[in-house]
Structure formats: structure tokens, C-alpha cells
């Protein structure tokens, strides 16, 4: 409910909740069940709700914990929704999301800088391609995400698989030689 | 097939492949809802991003049910926020099922890794249309750089930069161009 400015922000509040006001679970099964849910499609908070209201309570569990976190999100949204449509045909609300516009690109400009921090793209060659022809397979080929992102993840096993049987022969050969002197 | 099946479908298809945070979701969102259905305007569709990040809750969550209820109403609202996170909660519960199975699995460490710099480029497409219908005259050069410098220099939350933004398009917009 207080979470403005997505997921992230909310794990320190759940963390609370759960670990320390109720005492549900303890503070390294609920970093076990972040770093899990965390490879997972989809928004982290109903994840992570997911994960521990299943641990905690099974299947009613989850569900409860699923339908607590997005309930008010999805009435607030629809509250905005009702009133949107008539109030956008008054001039200043629309001069506001004239101005609001360029704001929301700058917020996607973000997003894309702190993914390719987090994702270290500059220090990695491989990912930086990957992500420079997504964008261009997207945005100018038409190509549907759904390809690139299975296309990504194959392309990081065929990697990491070609990485490991490099250091495999290396250590190898490293081992000849010593054997040789 | 009756629309509101087939947006259910969509966004089944969304929440399946958005890796890499709230973002992420939106670039799908906007490629399937705007560019290949177009059931919405790009123009409505950066309000709708606007409005997710300034209200409580998950990102995907709110423009899903945002997106869903201009396109079709309240009910299609609500069924399209339940399509987005079905794929992903079952696969929660699976993990929560398997968790001491699953708990250290290198392969799915890498390919989620991987994954990354692709939802980069997802994202960073979905700006493209997002600057073409966001910026209309020279005054929006002037607010996307007055919103830069609030969430990149300044480093105060995004709401701030949106709400700026929207002020000074009412005075500029509203009152003197």
C-alpha cells in the first residue's frame, strides 16, 4: 500500500512486517525467498507475497497474501480511471500531462540507466551487444520482445557453457605444465 | 474472439516475459497494447505510465488495471492485473513447492542475468514512441531536461520530477502558450 516507486521500495517494509511485527519468518528465509523470487517474470512484490504466503499458510496463504497487495493498488487505479477520462477534458489537466510527457521519458531513460548499471553492460562486451540489437530488433526490425527475451537467456547459457570448458582446458594445460617442470 | 479474452491473453503473454523489474513490464505492455494492437494511443499510454508511478503499489500491477479499464472498463481492469501476475505467482508457488530443489541453481542464475540486457533494449524501444508522442514544441526539451536533473542530479524520487513537470506545463501550457 505504501509503496510509490515500485518494488525495491517496498522490501524493506514487508521485511518488517513479516519478519520482525509478526514473526513469521526469520530475516535469511526472507532474503532466500527475495533472491529466488527475484528470478522471476513479473512484478517482485506479488512474488514475494506469493512465496512467503505459500510457506507460511499453503495455498490460501498465497492467494491471500496475492489478492492483500495488489486489492488497493487495482481500487486506487480505478478510482484515478472513473474520473480521468471527464477530467482530461478540462485545459489545465491537460496542459499538466503536456508537461508530464517529456517527465515520463526521462523516467524510462532512468530505468534503462540503472538496469545497465546493475547489468554492468559497459564492462561486459557481450551484454552491451545484446542489449544495443535488442533495442535496434525492437524498434526498428518489429521484432516481437517475446523473441529476445528467450533469445537472451539462450545466449547467456551458450556463453557461460563456452566460458566454463575455456577455464576447464586452461586449468588443464596449467596442470600439464606443472607436471612438465 | 471477444476483445476482453484476447487482452487476458495479452497480458497472460506479458507477465510470462517481463524480466528485469516494473520497467521492463511497461515496454511490454506498450509494445503489445500500443504497437502491435493498437488498442491505445501512445499519447494515452504515457498518462497511464505517469499516473502508475505516481500512485502506491507495483508498477506493472497499476498500469495493467489502468490500461485494461480505458481499454475496455472496470471489469477488464481487474482481469488484466490477475492475467499479468497469473504465470508469474504460479511460478512462485512452484519455487515456494521446490524451494530447497531450486534454492542454488546456477543454469537459472545466468539465464536471468542474461536476460537483463535484453529488458534494456525492450525498454529502451518502448522510449522511442514514448519521446515521438511525449514532445511537442521546444518547451518539452526544456522539461525533460528539468526532470533529468531532478531524478539524476538532484536524486529525488520520480513522482517530484513528474509533479514539476506537470506544474510548469499548466503555467507554460496553460497560460502562456
Known sequence: MFTIGGGYAMLPIIQEAVCHEKGW???EEFLDSISLTNSLPGPLATNCATFIGFRLKKIPGAIAAILGTICPSIIIILLIAMVFTTAMEQPLVQAFFRGVGPAVFALIVSAVYKLAKSAKILE?????????????????????????????????????SVKKTKTADAQKGGSDNESHS | MNLI?????????I???CFGG???????IENEVVKAMGWLSAEQFINIIAIAEMTPGPIAV?????????MAGPLAGILCTLSVILIPSCLALLTAF???????????QTAVKGIRPGAIGIIAAAGISIAKSGFHDWFSAVLFAVAAFIIFKLKKSPIIALLSCGALGVIVYGFIL
Open chain 2, 15 to 17: 507477465g510470462a516475459f
Open chain 2, 5 to 13: 479474452l484476447r487482452m487476458c491473453l495479452a497480458f497472460i503473454k
Open chain 1, 25 to 27: 519468518l526469520t530475516d
Open chain 2, 98 to 108: 521446490f524451494f530447497e530443489k531450486v534454492k542454488n541453481n546456477p543454469k537459472v
Open chain 1, 124 to 160: 561486459n562486451k557481450l551484454s552491451l551487444i545484446v542489449a544495443v540489437a535488442s533495442f535496434a530488433l525492437i524498434g526498428f526490425l518489429k521484432i516481437t520482445p517475446i523473441l529476445i527475451v528467450i533469445g537472451a537467456a539462450v545466449i547467456a547459457l551458450v556463453a557461460d
Open chain 2, 62 to 70: 497499476n498500469t495493467s488495471t489502468f490500461a485494461g479499464y480505458l
Open chain 2, 22 to 28: 516494473g520497467y521492463a513490464a511497461v515496454g511490454l
